[in-house]
């Protein structure tokens, strides 16, 4: 078994969550050419392609506008269909609903939910205070079959959530995502001033850690300006009250009503029974609109630490750690997901014709995030190392004992204090 190689390139830092990008096919690929720009220039694509597919875009574009139109007049004259039930709100909108985790001192302390909304591209809104004092915030979305809170965090890749807005008086915050799949469905927000009492009211989210639950109820009262208190922080905001139940857990999730529109952020609940408390939409959408203020984030120690310890590559700039430099002046450039970018760089150092080790920029945001190493040079990669909050301390290997091009053992170091804890066979 080779675990020993382990503890002597800790410093490589690497992310894995696309589909269609597989590092181990970097030995089969056809198409490759010598690398003839810099690592961080990885969304550069070559001229005539980048136009070839500005004009497909275009094309696209036009046909979908005139499809579109001639629906539109088809349609004209049409009855809206009647509203058929709760359960098109969840199908609709519980894959737009995400699972959030809030990392601090190298562990998920809490979680709480989330949904997406398009400003300026896709986003995820929650409550202040389900990402407050986070030093890393991890995303989510629905999987296709439903499994535990646990499975989901240690099992599943999460996306990079990056806080880029919060108002704490209203306890509400938006984050940004890279990489979200576009049929994601944004949600639909709906009027503040038509929302009545005894009007239905439907909630999704994840209490106590039930992930994606669903549930129902009706608006008991609007109001507005309403003062609560949260661990010693204070807020004010219009809200709703509903009986749709909510649990630790909701907080950040949407509220809807029958016509599958957002009328609330679930928040908070008070002593008693059923009473359940939304931040109004209107509050939301002005928050959408507000001007983004710098956000104050003090790194605790531990992080301070890690920041200056051997993160050896970040966006924009190069960096080197205190044992080794990256440099892929003289590595084959390829693209493996075969979408126009180049995606991954292949060293053959003995010039062999086999790649000893391959990097890749898995979401092709510029930055490298997955290595493979293939130490005896037989064509298959026995070591792949992963880091899904880019700080240079991998907390996933794969490895390949016998070689034959899967994954045996994974091992997993959850703190990434250097020391893997623990090793799964698959």
């Given at each position: 078994?080779?675990?020993?190689?382990?503890?002597?390139?800790?410093?490589i830092?690497?992310?894995f969550?696309?589909?269609?990008?597989?590092?181990?096919?970097?030995?089969?690929?056809?198409?490759?050419?010598?690398?003839s720009?810099?690592?961080?220039?990885?969304?550069?694509?070559?001229?005539?392609?980048?136009?070839?597919?500005?004009?497909?875009?275009?094309?696209?574009?036009?046909?979908?506008?005139?499809?579109?139109?001639?629906?539109?007049?088809?349609n004209?004259?049409?009855?809206?269909?009647?509203?058929?039930?709760?359960?098109?709100?969840?199908?609709?909108?519980?894959?737009?609903?995400?699972?959030?985790?809030n990392?601090?001192?190298?562990?998920?302390?809490?979680?709480?939910?989330?949904?997406?909304?398009?400003?300026?591209?896709?986003?995820?809104?929650?409550?202040?205070?389900?990402?407050?004092?986070?030093?890393?915030?991890?995303?989510?979305?629905?999987?296709?079959?439903?499994?535990?809170?646990?499975?989901?965090?240690?099992?599943?890749?999460?996306?990079?959530?990056?806080?880029?807005?919060?108002?704490?008086?209203?306890?509400l915050?938006?984050?940004?995502?890279?990489?979200?799949?576009l049929?994601?469905?944004?949600?639909?927000?709906?009027?503040?001033?038509?929302i009545?009492?005894?009007?239905?009211?439907?909630?999704?989210?994840?209490?106590?850690?039930?992930?994606?639950?669903?549930?129902?109820?009706?608006?008991?009262?609007?109001?507005?300006?309403?003062?609560?208190?949260?661990?010693?922080?204070?807020?004010?905001?219009?809200?709703?009250q509903?009986?749709?139940?909510?649990?630790?857990?909701?907080?950040?999730g949407?509220?809807?009503?029958?016509?599958?529109?957002?009328?609330?952020?679930?928040?908070?609940?008070?002593?008693?029974?059923?009473?359940?408390?939304?931040?109004?939409?209107?509050?939301?959408?002005?928050?959408?609109?507000?001007?983004?203020?710098?956000?104050?984030?003090?790194?605790?120690?531990?992080?301070?630490?890690?920041?200056?310890?051997?993160?050896?590559?970040?966006?924009?700039?190069?960096k080197?750690?205190?044992?080794?430099?990256?440099?892929?002046?003289?590595?084959?450039?390829?693209?493996?997901?075969?979408?126009?970018?180049?995606?991954?760089?292949?060293?053959?150092?003995?010039?062999?014709?086999?790649?000893?080790?391959?990097?890749?920029?898995?979401?092709?945001?510029?930055?490298?995030d997955?290595?493979?190493?293939?130490?005896?040079?037989?064509?298959?990669?026995?070591?792949?190392?992963?880091?899904?909050?880019?700080?240079?301390?991998?907390?996933?290997?794969?490895?390949?004992?016998?070689?034959?091009?899967?994954?045996?053992?994974?091992?997993?170091?959850?703190?990434?204090?250097?020391?893997?804890?623990?090793?799964?066979k698959?």
């Amino acid at each position: 078994m080779k675990l020993k190689i382990l503890s002597t390139i800790l410093f490589i830092s690497f992310i894995f969550n696309a589909n269609a990008f597989d590092i181990r096919e970097a030995n089969n690929l056809k198409k490759i050419s010598k690398a003839s720009y810099q690592i961080n220039n990885t969304n550069l694509v070559d001229s005539q392609n980048a136009k070839n597919l500005l004009l497909e875009i275009i094309n696209l574009n036009k046909a979908s506008i005139q499809k579109g139109n001639e629906l539109i007049k088809k349609n004209k004259n049409r009855k809206r269909p009647k509203y058929k039930g709760a359960e098109d709100i969840y199908s609709d909108y519980a894959p737009s609903v995400v699972f959030i985790g809030n990392e601090h001192n190298g562990s998920i302390r809490g979680t709480g939910s989330g949904f997406v909304v398009y400003k300026n591209g896709l986003k995820i809104i929650t409550n202040w205070h389900v990402v407050d004092n986070a030093e890393n915030i991890h995303i989510w979305l629905k999987p296709k079959e439903m499994v535990d809170a646990n499975y989901l965090i240690y099992k599943v890749d999460s996306y990079k959530g990056n806080l880029i807005k919060i108002n704490k008086t209203k306890d509400l915050a938006m984050v940004e995502v890279v990489g979200l799949p576009l049929k994601v469905t944004p949600v639909t927000f709906g009027k503040f001033n038509k929302i009545r009492p005894g009007q239905n009211s439907f909630a999704i989210g994840h209490p106590n850690e039930l992930l994606w639950t669903f549930t129902s109820g009706m608006v008991s009262q609007v109001r507005p300006n309403f003062n609560w208190n949260y661990k010693g922080s204070k807020h004010k905001a219009n809200v709703i009250q509903t009986t749709a139940t909510i649990n630790p857990g909701n907080s950040g999730g949407p509220l809807f009503n029958k016509n599958k529109e957002l009328i609330g952020v679930n928040t908070f609940t008070s002593e008693g029974q059923n009473l359940n408390f939304a931040i109004a939409v209107d509050d939301v959408v002005k928050f959408l609109n507000e001007k983004a203020k710098p956000i104050k984030k003090k790194k605790s120690k531990y992080i301070q630490k890690k920041d200056k310890g051997n993160t050896w590559i970040t966006k924009k700039k190069k960096k080197s750690s205190s044992n080794e430099t990256i440099d892929l002046k003289d590595a084959l450039e390829a693209d493996l997901d075969e979408n126009g970018t180049i995606d991954a760089w292949l060293i053959d150092k003995n010039k062999n014709g086999v790649y000893e080790i391959a990097y890749g920029d898995q979401n092709e945001d510029g930055v490298l995030d997955i290595a493979a190493m293939d130490e005896n040079e037989d064509g298959n990669f026995e070591l792949i190392f992963f880091d899904k909050d880019g700080n240079g301390n991998p907390e996933k290997a794969e490895i390949d004992q016998n070689e034959d091009g899967k994954t045996d053992v994974i091992a997993y170091d959850y703190n990434e204090d250097g020391k893997w804890d623990k090793y799964e066979k698959v």
